[in-house]
Structures are given as structure tokens and as C-alpha cells.
């Protein structure tokens, strides 16, 4: 028999089901991309339209980088394949961010049913040489973080240094695609055309020279150090599982390994903030055409791996040689930014956790921590 306070509990819920009351409710989007043309001459031509909708019951204040939210900065919004169903390879710029130092501009605040509208010019962005003349579609990547919310029925809540975020998956978020033809001129487009390319650390100041180079050789340091603790532990070691779930141990060393050997003399790494992307809390960039590497002001604020002993910890994410590590995996093994914080990458699924640049950051700091300190 149910209770009398069983029954008036359910009772209750019912009733803010029936009347659209937000009990419970998770947040949810809905994504809609257009263009003004189904057919172009040239890919120059290609700008699309994004609209995104909060369809919850409660305000979110999304992050936009990595999302069709950002216009700004040539990060990654679009899942682009050719008419053979081929992806098109990405060469923006991948990010690294701090949420913690990200500041107003690298958020959109949506209320109930409130919409933003963006236009992307994705020309520069992917490279459609390959494919060749033809059809191309645009997916929206509809992986969004939202931050400092507190929606009820969310099931997947963080907190990194005091801020409360957590994801919205993409089964949350209503999309669609949109077609395009590009019919004649498809040649790729450099995003760092014109840009000085040079071998090793290019940095006038003498002091940052040194922190980026001091960084470099922590990072290769950091990741031998993490390879030869997965080796020797093994895939069923609990610190594994937690970051690579029933990942291969091949597929962890084979990344890790390419840093502690990176021995490149076209990799440029730089102070200068060469495409204007240092704003909103952004660390570092990656542009993956080059795989040059771009520091902004905020990571000389970092610290040497060796204050994990004492001055700092794993979760604030502020060593400077894991930013490093987390450039170096986009430039060497083309890894993304799924999400951000060691807790959050902890709970991404195995076949996300594999490609997310945070986790080797994460997961060889904390393996330093265990073993050197």
C-alpha cells in the first residue's frame, strides 16, 4: 500500500508536470543554421546563419567557444563532410580555457525562449580543396557548456575553483543541417597567411621567452613521466580508468609519447597573440593548419609543475607545463576541446574522453602529483 505521504509527493508532482512547471526540467536548445544560397561559385561565398534557442524552463549563460556561438574567433562550430560523406579537415584555431579568468564576453546569457543570432564566414576554417568542388554539409556541433546555472534535473554539475558549470549534451539540443554547393573555386584559404613562420619560441620578451621554453621541456616531462606510469600500471589502474575509462593503453601512450618526443623545427611557439584570440579567459590556441602554438597574457600567470607538490593543486589547472602539454596534443594528434576541468572530463563518455585535450592535461599533472611529490 503506498504511504499517505508517498501518494501526496507524487500527487504534487503530477501536478507541476501538468501545469509546465520546470521541476526536473534539464536544460535544452534548439539549433537551426541557414544560408542565403544553396549554391556559390566560389567556398568565399560560404557564410551561414546560426539561431540558437533556450527551449528550457530556466536561463543559461552557454560558453561559446567551440559553438556556433562564437563569430569571432576561428574556432571550430560546424562538423563540415563533402558529398561522398568524407569530413572536411578543420584548420581554425582549438582553444584552451580558463572558466575560472573567463569574463563576460565568452558567454551568451539566454532566458526561456530567448534567441541569438550569429554568421559564420567559414571559408578561412576548413579545407575544402580536398574534397573538391560539390555539395558540402554543415552540422552544428551541439555540445554546449553552461556556466554558473543551477538547473534543476541537470545531471551532469561541476565546480572548478568555485564555478559551478556543467554540459548539455547534444541529445538536449533540437538541430539541423544545412546543404551547400560550391561549384568552381574550392583552393584553401590560410588563416595565418602572412604571418612570420619561424622554428622554436618567438617571444621579444626575454621573460616570457624563457617561461614558454621552460614549459615546453615540463610538458615533454609531464608526458614521459604519464607514459611510463600507464605502461607500468596498466589499463585497470583506478587513476586510468577514471580518465580513459576502457580506453587502449596504446591509444593513451601513443599521444602522450608524441609529446615527451616532439622534436619539430616548424613548430612556431609564440607570445604574440598573432590572430587575436586571447579575450574571455582563452589560455593558449592552437592554430591546426600550422599547429603553431599562440600563449596569451593570462598563461604567464601559470605556475612551474613543481608548485603541484606544494602551492597548488591538480583541479585548478594552472600548470604550465599541462597548457603546454594540452597545445601540443592538438598540434601533434589532433585531439579537441570536448570540455573543460578534471572532474568534468572525468564523467565524459570513453570515445570522448580519448580525444579531449584537458584529459591528458588533467591526467598527467595528477599522475605527477602521485608520484613525484
Known amino acids: 500500500?503506498?504511504?499517505?505521504?508517498?501518494?501526496?509527493?507524487?500527487?504534487?508532482?503530477?501536478?507541476?508536470?501538468?501545469?509546465?512547471?520546470?521541476?526536473?526540467?534539464?536544460?535544452?536548445?534548439?539549433?537551426?543554421?541557414?544560408?542565403?544560397?544553396?549554391?556559390?561559385?566560389?567556398?568565399?561565398?560560404?557564410?551561414?546563419?546560426?539561431?540558437?534557442?533556450?527551449?528550457?524552463?530556466?536561463?543559461?549563460?552557454?560558453?561559446?567557444?567551440?559553438?556556433?556561438?562564437?563569430?569571432?574567433?576561428?574556432?571550430?562550430?560546424?562538423?563540415?563532410?563533402?558529398?561522398?560523406?568524407?569530413?572536411?579537415?578543420?584548420?581554425?584555431?582549438?582553444v584552451q580555457v580558463s572558466l575560472t579568468k573567463a569574463d563576460d564576453s565568452a558567454f551568451v546569457h539566454l532566458a526561456p525562449g530567448e534567441s541569438v543570432s550569429t554568421t559564420h564566414d567559414v571559408a578561412a576554417l576548413y579545407d575544402f580543396s580536398k574534397a573538391g568542388a560539390g555539395s558540402f554539409d554543415f552540422a552544428p556541433l551541439t555540445d554546449f557548456i553552461a556556466v554558473d546555472t543551477d538547473a534543476a534535473g541537470s545531471t551532469a554539475k561541476y565546480v572548478e575553483n568555485g564555478r559551478q558549470f556543467s554540459r548539455i549534451e547534444a541529445s538536449s539540443v533540437n538541430s539541423n543541417t544545412v546543404s551547400i554547393e560550391v561549384t568552381s573555386d574550392v583552393a584553401k584559404r590560410d588563416l595565418e597567411s602572412g604571418l612570420q613562420k619561424r622554428a622554436s619560441v618567438v617571444c621579444s620578451d626575454s621573460t616570457k621567452n624563457s617561461f614558454i621554453k621552460s614549459s615546453y621541456t615540463e610538458a615533454k616531462t609531464l608526458a614521459s613521466t604519464a607514459s611510463s606510469y600507464v605502461s607500468s600500471k596498466g589499463a585497470s589502474d583506478t587513476l586510468y580508468t577514471s580518465y580513459w575509462g576502457a580506453n587502449d593503453v596504446s591509444s593513451v601512450t601513443s599521444v602522450l609519447d608524441a609529446v615527451a618526443g616532439e622534436s619539430s623545427s616548424s613548430r612556431t611557439l609564440s607570445c604574440t597573440d598573432a590572430l587575436n584570440a586571447c579575450s574571455g579567459g582563452v589560455i593558449a590556441y592552437t592554430a591546426t593548419s600550422t599547429t603553431n602554438v599562440y600563449f596569451c597574457d593570462i598563461f604567464f600567470d601559470e605556475v612551474a609543475t613543481t608548485e603541484l607538490c606544494s602551492g597548488t593543486t591538480v583541479a585548478a589547472r594552472n600548470i604550465r607545463g599541462g597548457t603546454t602539454l594540452h597545445e601540443l596534443t592538438h598540434a601533434l594528434s589532433g585531439t579537441d576541446d570536448v570540455t573543460y576541468g578534471c572532474s568534468a572530463d572525468q564523467a565524459l563518455s570513453d570515445d570522448k574522453k580519448i580525444i579531449n585535450?584537458?584529459?591528458?592535461?588533467?591526467?598527467?599533472?595528477?599522475?605527477?602529483?602521485?608520484?613525484?611529490?
Open 357 to 373: 585535450a584537458d584529459n591528458f592535461n588533467c591526467f598527467t599533472t595528477q599522475v605527477y602529483a602521485d608520484t613525484k611529490c
Open 1 to 94: 500500500m503506498v504511504s499517505a505521504l508517498l501518494r501526496s509527493t507524487i500527487l504534487a508532482i503530477a501536478a507541476q508536470l501538468a501545469l509546465g512547471s520546470p521541476m526536473g526540467a534539464a536544460p535544452s536548445l534548439k539549433v537551426e543554421v541557414s544560408s542565403t544560397s544553396n549554391r556559390v561559385a566560389s567556398v568565399q561565398g560560404l557564410k551561414i546563419a546560426a539561431s540558437v534557442t533556450n527551449t528550457g524552463a530556466e536561463a543559461v549563460k552557454l560558453l561559446k567557444y567551440g559553438t556556433v556561438l562564437d563569430d569571432k574567433l576561428p574556432t571550430r562550430s560546424f562538423a563540415v563532410s563533402s558529398k561522398d560523406g568524407k569530413a572536411v579537415p578543420f584548420t581554425g584555431i582549438k
